[in-house]
C-alpha cells in the first residue's frame, strides 16, 4: 500500500485546510486510516482515525471539535478536515493504514510522507 499525503501549506490562526490522503495498492476499504503529525522537537502524536466502516475518534486534546476525519472508498482517500487553526498545530502530518483504529503508532503497518501545515499567528 502506498500513501501520498497532499494538502498542506501556509495559514493564518482561524483559519482552515483540508489535508488529503492517496492510497493505492491493496484494497483501500480493507484498512483502518489514522492521521498523525509531528512537531519540530517533538515526538509523532496521534490526531484521529476513521474504522473501515466509518467510525472515528480523535484526539481529545488536540482534535476533537475543530478537525473532522472522513474517508471516500472510492476514491481510495481520507481526508483530514482542520479548522480553526492555531500555531501550535504547526507541524508535519501524516497519514497511515492500519488493520485497526487506534491512536498508538505501532498499530499502523503503511505510513505516507508527510505534509508541512504552518500555521501563523
Known amino acids: 500500500v502506498q500513501l501520498q499525503a497532499s494538502g498542506g501549506g501556509l495559514v493564518q490562526a482561524g483559519g482552515s485546510l483540508r489535508l488529503s490522503c492517496a492510497t493505492s495498492?491493496?484494497?483501500?476499504?480493507?484498512?483502518?486510516m489514522g492521521w498523525f503529525r509531528q512537531a519540530p522537537g517533538k515526538e509523532r502524536e496521534f490526531v484521529a482515525a476513521?474504522?473501515?466502516?466509518?467510525?472515528?475518534?480523535y484526539n481529545e486534546d488536540s482534535a476533537k471539535g475543530r478537525f473532522t476525519i472522513s474517508r471516500d472508498n472510492a476514491k481510495n482517500t481520507v481526508y483530514l478536515q482542520m479548522n480553526s487553526l492555531k500555531p501550535e498545530d504547526t507541524a508535519v502530518y501524516y497519514c497511515?493504514?492500519?488493520?485497526?483504529?487506534?491512536?498508538?503508532?505501532?498499530?499502523?503497518?503503511?505510513w505516507g510522507q508527510g505534509t508541512l501545515v504552518t500555521v501563523s499567528s
Open positions: 495498492g491493496r484494497a483501500f476499504s480493507s484498512y483502518a
Open positions: 476513521v474504522t473501515r466502516s466509518g467510525g472515528r475518534r
Open positions: 497511515a493504514a492500519g488493520p485497526r483504529s487506534s491512536p498508538t503508532l505501532g498499530e499502523y503497518d503503511y
